[in-house]
């Protein structure tokens, strides 16, 4: 397998976007017995001796108790605090109670804190860090999605999913004898969250086309031989053969280094996103169980690349200029109320948004040959995965809502409503634009 590139330390690219990129984070390590190396990694990047290092009964298990031992025995004061599961949902969720248990740990005034977990416990200490002005490091226990290095923490707030601004860690350590260890579903959940780059790039690269909205390539390129990669190591994921474990992480790092680069979630997350994000809500919301973050998108991104291959067979026939002229809403404030329910009051402002405020084009669509160029740029995201199916099966993951336990008609909701819950334009946007948002939806689902 060939060796893959990621970022082991801090750097600051000058890049072709006419950005200058900081990646903040000073260390990232990849490897077998890494637990053992965390002392003398912390002891180079001189944060103080006093940590508060954060798991819950799970991640405690998988590296957080070893993690604390080491550090005492390399005389760190740890202090330990274990999360609690207080909420009724399946999960331990990033929300009122566990961001209150993290800051609880603040009076013991540590140099520094340690999140020993995945995404929810990384998120929740990036946060609390952030807010707090503390540095923290993050022990990952599983390659189940690409937070780690990202500058964005989503948390829940009154139920509701919002991406908060956050420092990123200082280190990332990624243990490959935890991570093989790790329940197969959070394997598959980072390889299903992986593939969503697909859809996510090509909704940027429309937007950007149609729009003219700031795109990065380089971030692309980061994630684009990550994917070659993965796909050639589908198969190897359901036995956890260690070196498709290191591919997955590694892959899944480039993403999240690729959300830290342009400051923003854009390279990692678009419409197929925005369907996990809905199902999640209105699910918790319900009382509901969830499924993992990156199995949703997973089966979100077969469903949006089989309508993105629609959408490139007819691309010859869109009408642009319908579509950028102004026309009547399609959606009212009571159709939105009745399928967001108790979250409408929080969603409110971004869909009174896009419902009120039509999209502004660029004349770039009047340019001859401009719908065969914006085909081959999107193919050239789309595809990096060849075959979204094969690669789910190939990996044994979940390919169908039903697997997850998700209704259809939930589902159906999602495709049509979730492009309310952020500002963010994707496909969903623009099919619904042009008219075709129902008919696609049924033709795919
Ligand atoms: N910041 C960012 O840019 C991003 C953030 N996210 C966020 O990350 C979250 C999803 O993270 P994800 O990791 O999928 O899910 P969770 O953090 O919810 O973890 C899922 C389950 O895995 C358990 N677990 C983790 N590691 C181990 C292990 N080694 N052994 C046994 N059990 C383990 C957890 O235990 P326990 O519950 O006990 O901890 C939990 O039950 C979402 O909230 C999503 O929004 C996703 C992508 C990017
Ligand atoms: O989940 C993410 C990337 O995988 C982060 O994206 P959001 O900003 O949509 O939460």
Same mark, same amino acid.
């Given at each position: ?54 798991? *819950? ?12 031992? /080491? ?15 207080? &909420? ?13 248990? =993290? $800051? ?16 929810? /416990?990384? *998120? ?13 490091? =993050? ?35 990624? *243990? ?19 593939? $969503? ?14 729009? *003219? ?20 190591? #589908? ?15 590694? #892959? ?13 979630? +854009?390279?990692?997350?678009? #419409? ?57 809403? +399609?959606?009212?404030?009571? /159709? ?38 914006? +085909?081959?740029? /999107? &193919? ?14 190939? &990996? ?17 909701? &999602? ?18 634009? #042009? ?11």
């Amino acid at each position: 397998m060939d060796e893959l590139f990621y970022f082991q330390k801090a750097a600051e690219i000058p890049c072709s976007c006419g950005k200058t990129h900081h990646i903040l984070t000073q260390k990232t390590i990849v490897d077998h017995s890494l637990l053992e190396q965390i002392p003398l990694v912390l002891n180079q990047l001189h944060l103080g001796k006093k940590c508060l290092i954060v798991f *819950d009964e799970n991640t405690y298990q998988a590296a957080g108790q070893k993690v604390e031992t /080491i550090l005492n025995q390399e005389k760190y004061k740890a202090i330990p605090l274990l999360l609690s599961h207080n &909420s009724s949902s399946q999960y331990l969720e990033p929300d009122e109670d566990t961001r209150h248990q =993290v $800051g609880t740990g603040l009076k013991y005034q540590p140099d520094f804190m340690i999140a020993v977990g995945s995404g929810v /416990i990384n *998120d929740l200490v990036k946060f609390v860090a952030h807010r707090s002005h503390i540095p923290y490091v =993050v022990v990952g226990t599983a390659a189940s999605m690409d937070g780690y290095p990202s500058l964005g923490a989503p948390m829940l707030v009154n139920g509701y999913k919002i991406t908060f601004e956050a420092t990123p860690p200082k280190a990332i350590f990624m *243990d490959l004898d935890v991570l093989v260890k790790a329940p197969l579903e959070l394997l598959q959940s980072g390889f299903s969250d992986l593939i $969503g780059k697909t859809t996510a790039n090509s909704d940027w690269v429309l937007r950007n086309q149609l729009q *003219d909205e700031y795109i990065c390539h380089y971030s692309w390129d980061l994630v684009k031989e990550a994917l070659h990669i993965l796909w050639e190591s #589908a198969d190897q994921i359901p036995q956890r053969k260690p070196e498709a474990v290191r591919a997955l992480s590694i #892959a899944l790092l480039n993403s999240g280094f690729s959300m830290a680069l342009v400051g923003d979630s +854009r390279p990692a997350s678009g #419409a197929e996103h925005l369907i996990a994000h809905y199902l999640e809500m209105v699910s918790l919301s319900r009382g509901e169980n969830t499924s993992l973050h990156g199995l949703r998108v997973g089966v979100a991104t077969f469903y949006i690349h089989k309508m993105y291959q629609r959408f490139l067979k007819e691309i010859d026939t869109v009408d642009w200029e319908k579509i950028a002229s102004p026309h009547p809403l +399609r959606v009212n404030k009571k /159709i939105l109320q009745e399928k967001f329910g108790s979250l409408y009051p929080l969603v409110e402002k971004e869909a009174t948004q896009k419902m009120t405020s039509p999209m502004v084009f660029t004349d770039s669509y009047k340019k001859p040959g401009f719908s065969n160029q914006l +085909r081959q740029m /999107i &193919s050239e995201k789309l595809f990096a995965i060849p075959d979204i199916e094969q690669a789910l099966n190939r &990996s044994k993951t979940p390919s169908t809502f039903e697997e997850l336990g998700f209704s259809r008609s939930l589902v159906k909701d &999602s495709f049509l409503f979730s492009r309310f819950v952020r500002s963010r334009i994707t496909i969903l946007d623009i099919l619904d634009e #042009a008219g075709l948002l129902e008919e696609y939806v049924e033709d795919f689902l």
